[in-house]
């Protein structure tokens, strides 16, 4: 599977993490992605793919791309035998300047790209993507017409600045001290959030505080789950459970047991880091 990733050029490395390409045969039908403190575009310009957000939710097909902001749980991805498409991976903050509506609208509901930024656009910039003479000249395109689509985005500042102390402490943080250090209310605080990124500071603190501690395990090796939990700064061990519970839909040892089958059926795939198998 081809995986083409960079980081664009200021201001755009301010709110995005890379843009990538994805190209070849998915090393699964299906592969589950747990929630990370991340939104994403992704374009498609292969057969359709499909999402489900959640289990009470059925799946839906996504033919030119989706949208989806910080989510709060696991996603389930269908691949087509040959996937193909070109993406953004933002910084929580870094989607809602190129959304026409609030953040909270689209949490845990992708929409596709065309209900973002209407069809005209939408195609135009698939077509255009599409016949690029390459991965690298691809991604250019794609830099090119967020930096053409980037707005003033009001309160984008305070969002950002009290997300980077959260991220800095991976989450484990005083959530009423942010609106003090911030200088505003935490209901100003907390409305900011949901309008910009989807999801409240509390919420975040806690995705980010889970994503560290999934980037800790080595599905290679043994776990110390106690130790793991304390790091972590969970309470005890049963609330770490319950979070990774929620946040996967899988226990964290049936979570270490699917990610050393992916380990051990696609060594070295360019998606080993993040996303699993369906189960």
Known sequence: MEYVSRVP???LDGLIDDLYYLEGMPPYARLTLPPMPSAVLILNLGPPFRIRAGTDIGAAEYADGCVITTPTRALEFGYPPGTRSAGVHFKPWGLAPFLPMPAAELCDRPVTVEQAWGRAASAELRDRLATAAGPYEML?????????????????????????????ATGAVAIGGLSVAAGVSSTHLTQRFKELIGVTPKRLARTYRFAATVLAIDPAGPTDWSDLADRAGYFDQAHFGHEFRMFTGLTPTRYVDVRRRFLREHPGHALNVGPLPAV
Request: without cysteine; charged residues 30%; hydrophobic residues 40%.
């Open 9 to 11: 050029r200021p201001p």
């Open 140 to 168: 250019t395109l794609l830099e090119e017409e967020l930096l053409r689509r980037l707005r003033e985005t009001a309160g984008l500042g305070l969002v950002r600045h009290t997300s980077g102390v959260i991220a800095a």
